[in-house]
């Protein structure tokens, strides 16, 4: 049930983020710029010396071109030949909120928009390059049928997708470059610019840690161009110690701000819509945690995850957290002390505890490492918290505690 509701927070990037590395990397993209003003935003688009303009408001949400501003202005994307109009625009675009189907309500205030070269796209494909478990490595993925939801193509057309497994130690070679290019439907000088195309995003793979890298489309222009028009960069986090450089662009702009908070400590928190805050060590533990207290019949108001190499501090952190929630009329500690010592864990209650003036239930259950002398804290502590045996009696007294 909790499944996905436990989601890693994965690196965000703007679309212009996406789009620099890829120009980093020699992959044909878009003339653009980046504004932060609408002057910036009218300058840009006098130095593009274009035919025709786009100027996309850089949020993180999806379906901004239906999105609508508090400002008045409709739509997060607009195209104009004239660069007067660009700076009209973008005055009613930053600093005002947008919303979409997939933003809160409210909207998300809008603080770049993305000045780019307008391409018409004579047609569209679709290209990806992933890792795949069953191959034990990347695998590039085409389509001469771009610009729509793969998944509908792969369900209607299969004969339309095309994969070719790449050999880690090899790379990307000539002839599995040009293959996927005429698959895709290139054809003459256009299918060997694909190919190059096809081997730079796979550079561009490599160079980033990536796990996937998604064009849709990969289109041609009237003009015989092949051209990265949108793409989508999802990166290893086991690699961020190596990619310090595009981690530090990861925009937490429009994350929610507890989660936010919870990563500084090394926390894992997720808000649900209950009354009963779970503490606990672990994804497995978490859910278990959760479903229980709903089959006694209260609700979790959100669970937050320790983790492994847990300290004094980060306890202490999270009960702030967990506190700091206005829902939250009982707390519920469930930590099976395997990597974690279960005294540390006592030692952070109670220092917690005592500074921060708790003024709702707690309910305690402990098992595994030190865990006699992680009680032996608890009880001497003299504080009003009630210990529980296991999991389904901490669950018990938790919902009880709320209905006192």
């Known amino acids: 049930m909790l499944l996905s509701l436990y989601p890693r927070r994965w690196l965000n990037l703007q679309e212009y983020q996406s789009k620099k590395l890829m120009q980093e990397s020699g992959v044909a993209v878009q003339r653009f710029y980046v504004a932060d003003t609408a002057s910036e935003a009218l300058d840009a688009a006098k130095r593009l010396n274009a035919k025709e303009i786009v100027l996309k408001a850089q949020i993180l949400a999806g379906g901004r071109g239906k999105g609508v501003f508090d400002s008045g202005l409709k739509g997060g994307v ?32 809008v603080k770049t928009v993305m000045v780019a070269e307008a391409l018409d796209i004579s047609r569209e494909t679709y290209f990806a390059i992933l890792m795949d478990r069953s191959c034990n490595g990347p695998v590039m993925v085409g389509s001469p049928q771009g610009g729509m939801d793969i998944e509908e193509v792969a369900a209607s057309t299969p004969e339309l997708i095309f994969k070719e497994v790449i050999d880690i130690f090899q790379g990307v070679q000539d002839d599995q470059a040009l293959r996927m290019a005429a698959n895709l439907g290139f054809k ?58 595009v981690f530090a662009m990861d ?105 921060l003036e708790l003024k709702v239930p707690l309910v305690v259950r402990l098992e595994g490492t030190n865990v006699h002398e992680a009680k032996r804290i608890l009880t001497e502590s003299g504080l ?13 007294k938790a919902v009880a505690a709320i209905k006192k």
């Open 251 to 355: 925009d937490m702009t429009e994350s929610d701000p507890t989660e936010t908070e919870a990563a500084k400590w090394d926390l894992k928190y997720i808000g649900l819509d209950g009354n009963i805050a779970c503490f606990v060590n672990g994804a497995g533990l978490a859910m278990a945690t959760c479903d229980i207290i709903d089959l006694h019949g209260g609700k979790p108001a959100n669970f937050l995850d320790l983790g492994g190499g847990v300290k004094e501090r980060q306890v202490y952190e999270a009960f702030k957290l967990l506190t700091a929630d206005p829902k939250v009329e009982a707390i519920l500690v469930n930590i099976f002390g395997g990597i974690v010592n279960c005294a540390i864990i006592a030692n952070g209650i109670t220092k917690a505890c005592r500074e």
């Open 188 to 245: 003459g000088p256009l299918q060997r610019q694909a190919a190059d195309q096809i081997k730079r995003l796979y550079d561009l793979f490599l160079k980033v840690d990536a796990t996937q890298v998604e064009v849709n489309p990969l289109g041609e222009t009237p003009e015989g161009q092949v051209v990265c028009f949108d793409a989508k960069i999802n990166f290893d986090d086991n690699a961020e110690f190596r990619q310090k450089a």
């Open 78 to 109: 607009h195209l104009t030949k004239d660069p007067a109009v660009v700076g009209e625009l973008a005055n009613k675009m930053l600093g005002y909120n947008l919303t979409t189907k997939q933003t809160p309500k409210d909207g998300v205030k």
């Open 384 to 396: 009003p918290i009630t210990a529980a045996e296991n999991l389904d009696d901490a669950a018990k």
